[in-house]
């Protein structure tokens, strides 16, 4: 069985479907509230390396959080981004899953999480 971290907002539909796929398929899962407790660092190092060539696709782009921000992320440090992202989960792509500790998924395509949990 696979070792499944779900990082989740109760009240984001994306992330309510996502969990609702893991189910269906028997997936077991820790679901933690992204709002709460935001991603451990190593797992955010993780996504940025995972995710280097665009890093804004770490961030929830369409969010109130990000928009007041107006931020230039390319400008910013890996540090920086680090910092910002554990500040306000809101920030954060959801869901944000992680998956035998070394694989991110951000958020919630039926097929992209089919090829990634099931067929690997």
């Known amino acids: 069985m696979k070792k499944i971290i779900f990082y989740s907002y109760l009240k984001c539909s994306t992330c309510r479907k996502a969990a609702k796929w893991l189910k269906s398929k028997d997936f077991e899962f820790k679901l933690i509230d992204i709002v709460k407790e935001p991603p451990l660092i190593n797992y955010l190092n ?9 890093k804004k696709r770490i961030f929830n782009v369409r969010g109130k959080a990000f928009k ?3 931020l230039d992320i390319n400008g910013l ?14 920030l954060i ?3 944000f899953l992680i998956y035998e500790g ?10 992209q999480y089919a ?6």
Do not use: M
């Open 46 to 54: 993780l996504a940025l390396e995972e995710y280097s060539d665009d």
């Open 68 to 70: 007041t921000l107006n």
């Open 77 to 90: 440090s890996r540090e920086e981004i680090i910092q910002l992202l554990l500040s306000d989960g809101k």
């Open 93 to 95: 792509k959801r869901p």
């Open 102 to 111: 070394k694989k991110v998924i951000l958020g919630f395509n039926e097929i």
């Open 115 to 120: 090829k990634q949990l099931i067929l690997v």
